[in-house]
């Protein structure tokens, strides 16, 4: 069974500039999460979808940040404008259900330079 | 809202020792808790997870301990081995909520 696979595997883009990182979640998996790790620390919430509703964004930057999850499988999560702040990696994760283990993907390293 | 800390930033062991990671929460309404272990360029993969009407569950090597009343939970490895070297991670839940993760314990294993 494939796990959740994220693209792309790294990113380096100039302040300013948008970008936007996808997953695709374990099949058949509900719940899909968006955390950033910075270096050194443990991952930290952006959102958490249960199928294709937004239930946790509490933590998303919504001046910046932007998320979807059209059909409630693929999810896309967009910075526009990037600032120097935003280099981490951003890390995908599925599970069946809310309070059950979550599968991470390899994540999105980002450099904004 | 949910606290989880490490007591131990690193640990440093000698291969075929056990190893004992820990972890604090704060919220007593937490009610689900999962090791992660992470490699250096890959994420988080699960190792092992708790529900808190259960105090103890092992695995294979692994054991998770929960203690509810001090809220506390640890990882025991036994008989560590180099390809334990890793950053681990517990993450808390709470009902329905997101999972929490704490700063993280890097563990060295040398042969």
């Known amino acids: 069974e494939a796990g959740v696979v994220q693209s792309p595997r790294y990113k380096i883009i100039e302040k300013k500039q948008p970008v936007a990182f996808w997953c695709n979640p374990i099949?058949?998996?509900?719940?899909l999460y968006w955390y950033l790790q910075n270096l050194g620390q443990g991952p930290e919430l952006l959102i958490r979808?249960?199928?294709?509703?937004?239930?946790?964004d509490s933590q998303l930057p919504k001046d910046r940040f932007s998320a979807e999850r059209l059909k409630g499988v693929d999810s896309t999560l967009k910075i526009q404008p990037a600032e120097l702040g935003d280099s981490a990696v951003y890390l995908c994760?599925?599970?069946?259900?809310?309070?059950?283990?979550?599968?991470f993907g390899q994540g999105t390293r980002l450099t904004v330079v | 809202g949910e606290s989880v800390g490490l007591h131990l930033p690193t640990l440093s062991v000698q291969e075929g020792d056990n190893s004992i990671i820990n972890c604090a929460y704060s919220?007593?309404?937490?009610?689900?808790f999962i090791w992660y272990k992470q490699e250096s360029g890959k994420g988080p993969q699960f190792i092992i997870d708790?529900?808190?009407?259960?105090d103890k569950r092992q695995g294979q090597r692994v054991t998770v301990l929960l203690n509810k009343t001090v809220k506390h939970l640890s990882l025991q490895i036994a008989a560590t081995q180099p390809g334990d070297s890793a950053v681990y991670f517990c993450?808390?839940?709470?009902?329905?909520?997101?999972?929490?993760f704490g700063k993280g314990t890097m563990l060295l294993v040398s042969p």
């Open positions: 919220n007593s309404a937490s009610d689900y």
């Open positions: 979808y249960e199928n294709e509703e937004a239930v946790d």
């Open positions: 099949s058949g998996h509900n719940t």
């Open positions: 994760a599925s599970s069946l259900r809310g309070n059950t283990e979550a599968f």
């Open positions: 708790i529900r808190s009407n259960m």
């Open positions: 993450a808390v839940n709470s009902g329905y909520s997101t999972l929490t």
